[in-house]
């Protein structure tokens, strides 16, 4: 296909994937696999860590993992993710989820930076244990597997993959980030939580929904179930419109635990305080 001229750059169509070339750089059609989609099995792997040998996902049956790739040992923005990531460990084992991370360095190079972290203090983190493990893939076999390499310049970089992957085995969010770019640790944590809330619930998280606050309901499939939704009150749920429906959460978020309420209808339940505010 001929290229098309654009303003800042070139565009171009390959077998796999679109490409965009700029300021005399180029970035090249990925020719490994594709990058695992919601949905999919998260592809198995045998790997050697700073734990020892895993094999996913039999290692793992029953939780929740997130597995994330970094660029390399020894870099800035990675020590402070890898830091932050061990200073929540067990907030993310509470939530029944493991941490794995991955790089094509090995095993040695992965030793010895962490022992170097166990030095460094930054922000309130200071002298942490990385004790989940990190992958050596320094024959790129997983890296491949999941799609965490690109060509750039004809050199194969990593970057900032996530991949939340259920205890079934099957991915549930993934996340990309350039290399310079850090991960927002807390937002990854909440992720898996508002999956969790999800699957348990049987609803949907709203935007910036935080632990605590109400999920959404399905909307309903015909016309008579959007009536009966607006018709029938019920007193743990509300509606701002036959498809915009909210289920109350029995939870306390920490953020609003002292906030007064906005009730969309203020007549259904006068003496009932509710934990969120709604606007």
């Not at 171009?12 to 005399?24: D, E, H």
């Not at 509300?238 to 429906?245: A, E, R, V």
């Amino acid at each position: 296909m001929k290229n098309q001229d654009f303003s800042h750059g070139e565009f171009m169509l390959t077998p796999k994937f679109a490409v965009f070339r700029q300021n005399g750089g180029f970035m090249e059609d990925y020719k490994g696999n594709r990058l695992p989609m919601i949905g999919d099995m998260a592809p198995a792997f045998h790997a050697v860590t700073t734990q020892g040998e895993i094999n996913f996902p039999n290692d793992y049956s029953g939780k929740w993992v997130v597995l994330f790739s970094y660029q390399a040992d020894f870099t800035p923005v990675c020590t402070t993710e890898l830091m932050t990531f061990a200073s929540m460990i067990k907030e993310f084992k509470e939530l029944d989820t493991e941490l794995i991370g991955l790089s094509i360095d090995s095993v040695y190079s992965h030793i010895a930076w962490l022992r170097k972290i166990r030095e460094l203090s930054w922000k309130d983190i200071k002298h942490v244990d990385i004790t989940f493990p990190l992958i050596a893939d320094i024959t790129r076999e997983t890296a491949e597997k999941y799609a965490m390499l690109l060509n750039v310049n004809s050199v194969k970089q990593m970057f900032r993959a996530v991949f939340i992957i259920d205890p079934e085995g099957k991915i549930r969010a993934t996340l990309c980030y350039p290399t310079t770019i850090g991960r927002n640790i807390q937002e990854i944590k909440r992720i898996v939580m508002a999956v969790q809330k999800a699957d348990w619930e049987k609803a949907a998280t709203p935007a910036d929904w935080i632990p605590g606050e109400d999920v959404m309901l399905p909307p309903p499939g015909t016309y008579g179930a959007a009536t009966d939704r607006m018709e029938k009150v019920n007193e743990n749920m509300y509606c701002l419109d036959w498809f915009l429906s909210f289920k109350q959460s029995n939870e306390i978020s920490e953020t609003q635990e002292n906030e007064p309420e906005a009730n969309p209808f203020p007549s259904a339940y006068p003496t009932r305080r509710r934990s969120n505010n709604r606007r």
